[in-house]
């Protein structure tokens, strides 16, 4: 279903892009998958909520789906959806790219993931999600996005080529590249353009539209308009459903860890705690609205934005203030020890035989160890030079795909470790001749991930 720029009372073809919606939403791949019964009948509850345009009720019914099935794409897609169509796009962003990273590639997903980044000012990041998935986007969708997210350029010129490449260009194409020159400035073209299918006196009411819009500034406005949502003061997805608490890969590097060899009980993996579900679960179908609670920012990969009334970014900090009378010697000591681990870590290989591999995550899947080690190397610098292999391994009876990185000797593969762990993530180091038992293959797999 797609969406339609508001037009006032203005007739004739507008303005088309298929975000998700209410009933895009349905049809989400991933969503159908077999799990347990209140995380099934969340989900239909919230297709059925938004179908009916009750996007609070079908909010609340989506966050259970994802408590009760936290890794299911397809869930975390359709609660996406559901803040997106409630004007929460700080949330709908968190949503679509939980959504992204657990193996969802769907076209529809993508392009709201973008419109929501777009709409939190977050056009470059955009740009480069573009870009990424472009393959799979349906060009008259890819160009108007691209101009949204500050290329009107490079949107026109995928609209150009489409319209060309079309034996008979749909209205659609033919209004997104009108409003693609519009907000490139381009004003000439785009009336020649909009006058193929808008009624000639109602074009200077169209392009007088579009030019209360078209202002660099006036991003949110523009994406709620496309959208037809009412922008809404947005600090974040509830805490109790990131990502981040429930995650497949710490479970999975401590089972492993458990059955090496070589792991010394200082090198055991760092537990990340699973929240419990049923509190949040029953909450969820509570009559009330949902309560709005404190979000911590280290707990999303985004950063966070305020809108007062134009979405700015915040500078965002990980490090806790520190409390009145704290003594500085302690932090300081802290962050000495932490550069050392750190460059121990970078020490070139030469100065040691490559004995050792570290493993640093598994996961239910290949693409989503593919797009874990690809995350790794940008949060840990440290292994931008080592290379990346994945195994796949099977342990009492559950099968899943190990992420390492090589190249280590045993004292550089400890501090690594020392570096993974203080950043509160799991890993453990284990020599190349001794690896974790479960493997499938005793060759390992050199891991080509798609950078993000």
Request: charged residues 20%.
């Amino acid at each position: 279903m797609d969406r339609k720029l508001k037009t006032g009372r203005l007739t004739g073809p507008r303005l088309a892009m298929a975000a998700t919606t209410a009933i895009a939403a349905l049809a989400l791949p991933g969503c159908t998958t077999a799990s347990a019964p209140p995380a099934d009948l969340s989900f239909s509850s919230a297709k059925g909520a938004l179908a009916k345009g009750q996007v609070d009720k079908a909010i609340a019914h989506a966050e259970a789906a994802v408590l009760a099935d936290p890794r299911n794409p397809g869930f975390r897609a359709l609660l996406g959806a559901a803040y997106l169509e409630a004007g929460r796009f700080q949330s709908a962003a968190t949503s679509f790219g939980d959504a992204l990273d657990l193996g969802d590639e769907n076209p529809r997903t993508v392009l709201s993931f973008a419109l929501a980044k777009i709409g939190l000012g977050q056009g470059q990041a955009a740009a480069a999600l573009l870009d990424q998935y472009a393959d799979i986007l349906d060009p008259a969708d890819l160009g108007l996005a691209l101009a949204l997210a500050g290329q009107p350029e490079r949107g026109a010129g995928v609209l150009v080529n489409a319209v060309r490449a079309s034996e008979e260009a749909s209205p659609k194409l033919r209004q997104n590249l009108a409003y693609t020159y519009a907000l490139g400035g381009n004003w000439r073209m785009a009336r020649v353009m909009a006058a193929e299918d808008v009624p000639a006196d109602q074009i200077d009411a169209r392009l007088a539209e579009w030019a209360a819009n078209a202002a660099p500034e006036l991003f949110q406005q523009r994406i709620a308009a496309l959208l037809d949502v009412t922008p809404r003061a947005d600090s974040g997805q509830p805490q109790r459903l990131a990502l981040a608490n429930f995650p497949a890969q710490a479970t999975m590097v401590a089972e492993a860890a458990a059955q090496a060899d070589v792991p010394a009980a200082d090198e055991a993996p760092v537990q990340v705690a699973s929240a419990d579900p049923s509190p949040a679960f029953n909450e969820a179908f509570a009559p009330a609205a949902p309560s709005v609670e404190t979000v911590d920012p280290a707990a999303y990969a985004a950063p966070r934005y305020v809108s007062n009334p134009v979405v700015q970014q915040l500078a965002s900090s990980a490090a806790p203030r520190r409390t009145a009378g704290a003594p500085r010697v302690a932090e300081v000591a802290q962050q000495r020890r932490m550069a050392a681990t750190a460059m121990a870590a970078e020490a070139p290989a030469s100065k040691e035989p490559s004995t050792h591999l570290v493993q640093l995550g598994a996961y239910d899947s290949k693409l989503e160890a593919e797009r874990g080690w690809t995350m790794l190397k940008a949060k840990f610098p440290q292994l931008k030079d080592r290379k990346g292999v994945i195994t796949q391994a099977v342990v009492d009876g559950r099968t899943f795909w190990r992420v390492a990185a090589e190249g280590f000797g045993q004292s550089g593969a400890k501090a690594m470790c020392s570096t993974v762990k203080s950043a509160g993530r799991g890993c453990f180091a284990y020599a190349a001749t001794n690896p974790p038992k479960g493997a499938v293959a005793d060759r390992p797999v050199q891991v080509a991930a798609r950078s993000r």
